[in-house]
């Protein structure tokens, strides 16, 4: 391995995914033999002062104790990627908010014996921003208020962060990304930056180590052929849940994300009761393809009372749209938001797991496999298999598994 030194320097208002990232960047930059190490200021608090720091006040930039505090922070942390790079380390991550210009330029003057690359992770996609701050409020720090509490005073603390954040636009070296979409906004560079070929691609690309994409269990809809709907598992497909709950008893799932419907919510039940610490998080984007004035249909009813739907669907699947409804085509967008929603709120080290439906697995399998697109409406997604799914810069693997 080259001796080459680097500072990444995360910035962000809280919630914009930065511990997520710099999560993947150790992770990936680890696989490339490069040592990599996460110093996050909110974990370096959280162990220094007993007292508790969740309330907004402490982060008003008016309150001195609390600002002299984490200045402190900052520069015991500071400090230690210091001593990082200067014994064995190659990268050295700061995970925190360096919203200020102050606080920035104090980076600045201080970590000067390597070149420093300024990564800002940007989302102000609403719906997003919610849940992110409905998984951070999970700390043990905001245990003690109810979760309107908890949001209020998360969300104070995000205003206060507002006031003094100042985007990168003078640094040296920065990257701007959409954090959410993995899309690189603005970037400039003008000192030779170690391993920034490796960064700026991770930065760029979704990377899932290990997917477990699952279609739900058996249902009564499936027994008669009939699309759609909101029905609920068989005893079958109870039984199929219950498989994959032993199945997966022994690999940490810390979030299982599935469509609204009952069927996918009652397949991941029992797989969530076998574990030690598992949330299920229904996500819309995941509800299977809306067939219209087809819902609820049998695919024989359909070829015999609406005869142009079928055959226009036979002819050309991917494109069609039912008449009120979807089209594999139109699902398209909300699926991928789907995935990246699940990306950004699964840690990436992580395993993650997708309950979804037929139509919504075939897309989510078509994200990462290439697929021709008239190909993708006919990918085999079977009930007693599931499939898993490892995507990473390095590792492209598939593999169709038994559970029972
Ligand atoms: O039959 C189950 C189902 O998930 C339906 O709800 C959905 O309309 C269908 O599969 C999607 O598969 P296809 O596009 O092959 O009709």
Do not use: W
Request: hydrophobic share 35%; aromatic share 10%.
């Amino acid at each position: 391995m080259k001796e080459e030194q680097l500072y990444l320097v995360l910035v962000g208002l809280p919630a914009r995914g930065k511990t997520t990232l710099a999560t993947k960047l150790k992770e990936n930059l680890m696989g490339d033999s490069v040592k990599t190490r996460i110093f996050n200021n909110g974990d370096l608090r959280r162990k220094m002062i007993r007292d508790n720091t969740s309330y907004a006040g402490f982060y008003d930039p008016e309150n001195l104790e609390g600002v002299a505090f984490r200045e402190q922070i900052a520069e015991i942390n500071m400090e230690r990627a210091q001593r990082y790079l200067a014994s064995k380390g190659n990268v050295a991550i700061i995970d925190a908010t360096n919203v200020s210009l102050e606080r920035r330029g104090k980076i600045q003057v201080f970590l000067n014996d390597h070149p420093i690359l300024f990564v800002e992770c940007l989302n102000n996609d609403r719906e997003i921003l919610d849940a992110s701050i409905m998984r951070k409020i999970n700390m043990p720090e905001f245990g003690h208020l109810t979760q309107e509490e908890a949001v209020a005073s998360f969300q104070e603390r995000i205003g206060y962060y507002e006031s003094i954040n100042a985007p990168l636009e003078r640094e040296r070296n920065f990257i701007r990304l959409n954090s959410l979409n993995c899309e690189i906004l603005q970037e400039e560079i003008n000192n030779d930056i170690p391993f920034y070929e490796q960064i700026r691609d991770y930065l760029a690309t979704d990377i899932i180590k290990n997917l477990f994409l699952i279609r739900h269990g058996e249902t009564f809809f499936n027994l008669e052929n009939r699309i759609g709907g909101d029905s609920a598992l068989t005893q079958n497909g109870h039984d199929q849940a219950r498989a994959l709950a032993l199945f997966f008893k022994r690999k940490k799932i810390p979030l299982i994300f599935t469509s609204n419907k009952a069927r996918t919510i009652q397949t991941a039940q029992p797989i969530r009761d076998l574990q030690s610490d598992c949330t299920i998080i229904p996500l819309p984007e995941f509800n299977e393809i809306d067939s219209g004035v087809c819902e609820c249909m049998s695919y024989e009813e359909i070829k015999e009372q609406m005869s142009e739907v079928y055959a226009a669907r036979k002819k050309d699947k991917y494109n069609y749209a039912y008449p009120r409804g979807e089209g594999y085509i139109t699902m398209q967008e909300r699926i991928n938001r789907g995935i990246k929603k699940a990306l950004y709120l699964n840690n990436p080290s992580d395993n993650i797991m997708i309950i979804g439906h037929r139509a919504v697995n075939r897309m989510i399998l078509s994200h990462f496999l290439f697929r021709r697109v008239k190909d993708v409406p006919y990918i085999y997604i079977p009930q007693d298999k599931f499939y898993y799914i490892s995507s990473t810069p390095n590792r492209k693997l598939f593999q169709l598994k038994r559970y029972h």
